[in-house]
């Protein structure tokens, strides 16, 4: 078991890469929703700013963008939401146990959302249907981040739970 491990540390760089392009496209999409907001916060104000009229989907479908993505950055730095407050009263071994099923779980989740969202993606109404105020661009791009979550979590997912394995074949230093 420790070739394995000793295996899959060799990839951390690959996770680290791809947590810094996530990271990277998280902050492409709130500096494009800042600057789309402000535009049509100015643009009702000052009458030569415009205020487009696909500006909200825009900053919409961006935040929708954002939550699921830094969802997967919070799993690959494991700072998600989690009941911890009985991990000090139970064993250590419970707690690691514990912790692969909650791995498991989160793992499943992104195969519903990977497979589901990709069956959502080819469906007609994604495919043929298009933004109200933006006609020519397809829906697609609306339900793309259904897959797109479920694939990065599971990407995330698989390290967090071999580190969790881990913790049962490497002894804890005091």
């Known amino acids: 078991m420790p070739k394995f491990f000793d295996a899959f540390d060799k990839i ?10 996530v990271m990277f496209i998280c902050k492409i999409l ?5 600057l789309v907001t402000s535009m049509a916060v100015a ?8 205020d487009p009229a696909w500006s909200e989907q825009v900053v919409l479908t961006c935040m929708v963008y954002m939550a699921v993505l830094s969802a997967t950055l919070a799993i690959r730095t ?5 009941m911890t407050v009985f991990d000090q009263y139970l064993p250590k071994n419970v707690v690691k ?28 109404l994604a ?10 661009l397809s829906r697609v791009w609306m339900y793309i981040p259904i ?4 694939g990065s979590m599971i990407i995330f997912e698989i390290e967090q739970l071999v580190d969790h394995i881990k913790a049962f074949f490497v002894k804890e230093v005091a």
């Open 127 to 136: 495919k043929f249907g298009k933004y109200e105020s933006l006609p020519w």
């Open 12 to 21: 951390r760089p690959l996770y680290s890469w791809t947590y810094k392009i």
């Open 78 to 82: 494991n700072s998600h939401i989690r």
């Open 147 to 150: 897959p797109l979550a479920g």
């Open 43 to 50: 643009g009702r104000y000052i009458s030569f700013i415009p």
């Open 97 to 124: 146990t514990l912790d692969v099923v909650s791995d498991i779980a989160v793992m499943v989740l992104g195969y519903i959302l990977l497979t589901k969202g990709i069956e959502v993606c080819n469906s007609p």
């Open 30 to 34: 709130l500096i494009v929703d800042i």
